[in-house]
């Protein structure tokens, strides 16, 4: 594309960046995209907006606002990376504070924040610099593995605190999961992560007892989980339309699932697909995200940095988890989270911190800059 000699901004960018990361995102932002307008966006864009199209057409924007947000950080200098972290993390703890003071409630959860003209959910944002946050502590050369592990606490448990109080407890878990994966990759005993984990979840399920009535949401869902009262109406559908799509799916336009439960655009993206495309089609997706996955993890191979591969697992975990989380909900494997599928499902939110984290991420694996 270009060529050795040439020593333009463009020309230097791209022989620096990892293409691979950027194709596989790419895809799998193309792809969330032409879903929505075929299929996933279309009925409850009518019912809530009286416009077939309004959905896609802000989905649009989010993606190509993320796609920007994604090429800005991969222009970025990664020898300034952790200042950028900081930055990053302070600013959306802020925002994720003003939830607690200003933020919107919807369905009981107060989760999103009103921002000029625009709705954000300060999480999906801040989970990427989380990361670098806390492969920043464990990667500190100035003190040892159990001092370390103790300063990365700190920032994962002010954020727990703060999900906790919208509350949203799939955040949370997802949090706690990524940081006990970098935790255990930097060093620490497995028995000291159990322990550790133990007490944190322990800790969860106390405040989810003590205060009940605020959490009575998440009793109904895992009760609906394990089978103490029918499978929930969504979970129902969603897995009736993945068999009646078998695997060649029943036609564009042809799935049910949309017209029958609010959130198939979102929370159950996968089974409209799977309803309308097949489960070929699902299985596609499933690969591109394990392949984008699997990429990133690969690239600690490139340097000796602890913060750049640690930083590096943390993404990669970040979106493999969140996939398979949305997956699981999807075939009645795990309780209703509201966790979205990265690149796929609607939410301007999980769209641009997906691409933050992508951004970030080839940032970290960018060749010397000459």
């Known amino acids: 594309m270009f060529k050795r000699n040439d020593t333009g901004i463009l020309a230097i960018w791209w022989r620096s960046v990892d293409k691979t990361i950027i194709f596989l995102g790419l895809s799998l932002l193309i792809s969330g995209n032409i879903f929505n307008f075929l299929s996933t966006s279309t009925i409850p864009s009518e019912k809530l907006y009286d416009s077939k199209y309004f959905l896609f057409y802000k989905h649009i924007f989010f993606s190509v606002s993320g796609l920007v947000i994604l090429i800005f950080l991969s222009f970025l200098n990664n020898k300034k990376i952790k200042l950028y972290a900081i930055t990053g993390f302070i600013f959306f703890s802020i925002l994720l504070i003003l939830v607690y003071f200003f ?169 409209v697909i799977a309803e309308e495309y097949g489960i070929i089609f699902v299985l596609i997706i499933i690969s591109l995200t394990i392949l984008l996955s699997l990429r990133i993890f690969s690239l600690i191979n490139n340097t000796d940095n602890d913060f750049f591969k640690l930083s590096l697992i943390g993404i990669s975990s970040l979106l493999v988890i969140q996939s398979f989380i949305n997956l699981g909900v999807t075939i009645n494997i795990l309780p209703s989270t509201g966790m979205p599928f990265p690149f796929i499902s609607y939410g301007g939110s999980s769209i641009m911190g997906s691409c933050i984290a992508l951004g970030l991420a080839v940032l970290l694996s960018k060749k010397e800059q000459t």
């Open 103 to 271: 933020g919107i409630s919807v369905k009981g959860s107060k989760r999103w924040l009103n921002l000029f003209f625009f709705r954000i959910q300060p999480v999906e944002f801040i989970k990427p610099f989380l990361i670098l946050i806390v492969a920043l502590a464990l990667a500190s050369k100035k003190n040892n593995i159990n001092t370390r592990f103790f300063l990365s606490s700190p920032f994962v448990i002010f954020i727990v605190i703060l999900l906790l109080l919208q509350p949203d407890y799939s955040q949370s878990l997802l949090v706690i999961t990524i940081w006990m994966i970098m935790v255990f990759v930097s060093g620490i005993s497995l028995l000291s992560i159990t322990v550790i984990s133990g007490s944190l979840i322990s800790l969860m399920l106390g405040v989810l007892f003590f205060f009940k009535d605020k959490f009575f949401y998440i009793f109904d869902r895992i009760s609906s989980w394990i089978g103490k009262v029918e499978v929930s109406y969504q979970s129902e559908q969603a897995l009736n339309a993945i068999k009646s799509g078998s695997f060649f799916g029943r036609g564009i336009g042809e799935g049910i699932l949309k017209e029958k439960v609010p959130e198939a655009h979102t929370d159950y993206v996968m089974s």
